[in-house]
């Protein structure tokens, strides 16, 4: 009972640390609380814990908490680990800076796809995301490739912590991985138009870390306004299927036939 207890702790703290998402400055023990759905004597009491080990920090003007420093090593070291940021970053950027677009590089986080790498292109064109931001995995390119690769246990797994916020993505998470695979399969990527924000295009591909075996995805996009269907078919999916196929120990589609059901 008492290693079950320890365990259920650290599995809080963690998601604890995981509600703080780029650009805010605190959270309050309420916010923790309403988007954890921990009870808050027990967010109370893991944030007084995490603030004396250093993982939060007292945000005293507004009475609430902010990243503390030792989580922000944790997240470099994450970051640096993952050697496959290093060898996609120049063909990436190349990418960009030719179409004129946002090519980012995203792993699972939650019910979420973090961005741990990004090239921009012109600025009319790309995204204003970036390094550590984050896409719902539901209804993304990004998130909709990484479902291509996901197992059914996978799936229900992230269902599952969906179904407290979005009951109707939720249900449809399987379909929707089922449909990115077929579209993967057919023709190299999955086309996400305006699915997600609107006037915003982007196709998206599943990668696999050579090193790590960490399943990834990547995905290209920009402002729909200067983005046709017919371009992102047609040079942006394609070109991004060979960016996949070259940073990935497998190609998308062998990535399908490999992982996919």
Aim: hydrophobic fraction near 45%; charge should be positive.
């Amino acid at each position: 009972m008492k290693k079950e207890t320890s365990l259920n702790s650290l599995r809080r703290g963690f998601l604890i640390l995981e509600t703080f998402g780029v650009g805010e400055d605190s959270l309050s023990n309420a916010e923790i609380s309403a988007r954890t759905e921990l009870p808050k004597s027990t967010v109370s009491r893991l944030t007084s814990v995490l603030c004396d080990m250093g993982y939060l920090l007292p945000a005293s003007a507004v009475g609430g908490f902010r990243i503390g420093p030792r989580a922000l090593r944790l997240g470099y070291s994450a970051l640096a680990s993952l050697n496959i940021r290093q060898r996609a970053r120049q063909p990436m950027q190349a990418l960009a800076s030719r179409a004129s677009v946002s090519v980012s590089l995203g792993i699972r986080q939650g019910i979420d796809m973090l961005y741990v790498e990004q090239a921009r292109g012109a600025a009319s064109l790309s995204t204003r995301l970036t390094v550590g931001d984050r896409l719902p995995i539901a209804v993304s390119a990004i998130g909709q490739a990484y479902l291509s690769i996901c197992n059914d246990g996978e799936i229900a797994e992230i269902a599952a912590q969906l179904s407290a916020t979005e009951p109707q993505l939720a249900a449809d998470l399987a379909k929707t991985a089922a449909e990115a695979r077929k579209q993967i399969a057919a023709q190299g990527y999955c086309l996400s138009m305006n699915s997600w924000v609107s006037g915003v295009h982007a196709v998206a591909a599943p990668v696999l870390d050579l090193d790590t075996k960490t399943r990834m995805a990547i995905n290209c996009g920009g402002v729909a306004a200067l983005l046709s269907e017919t371009r992102m078919r047609e040079e942006i999916g394609p070109a991004l299927e060979t960016l996949a196929s070259q940073i990935s120990a497998l190609p998308p589609r062998e990535l399908i036939a490999h992982f996919g059901q």
